[in-house]
Nanobody
């Protein structure tokens, strides 16, 4: 079992930055692929980014170049640094873990409770 707790959400102006954190506990952190997903009101949850190692990460086209994902194995934490936030970025952001390197949310067996990101214009 892996327990995930997100933090770092909040209100930010358009063009600003926020860093989300996902702290994992339980099994060995480095054995999991870690992903970020988001769900805006009235929309389906969508993939944002994933990280397994420096050589294995992926991004949604909508955030590529703006939202770098990184990991600190010593802290069992994965980060999502959200830069140049846009009006279309507000959502509840979820951290998730899977046993395979995938963007398919159906393959993620462990989920955090989510953290709200709001962008003001």
């Amino acid at each position: 079992q892996v327990q995930l707790v997100e933090s770092g959400g909040g209100l930010v102006q358009a063009g600003g930055s926020l860093r989300l954190s996902c702290a994992a506990s339980g099994r060995t952190f480095s054995n999991y692929n870690m992903g970020w997903f988001r769900q805006a009101p009235g929309k389906e949850r969508e993939f944002v980014a994933r990280f397994w190692s420096a050589l294995s990460r992926a991004y949604a086209d909508s955030v590529k170049g703006r939202f770098p994902i990184s990991s600190d194995n010593a802290e069992n934490t994965v980060y999502l640094l959200m830069n140049s936030l846009k009006p279309e970025d507000p959502a509840v952001y979820y951290c998730a873990a899977s046993h395979v390197a995938t963007t398919d949310q159906g393959r993620y067996g462990y989920w955090g409770q989510g953290t709200q990101v709001t962008v003001s214009s």
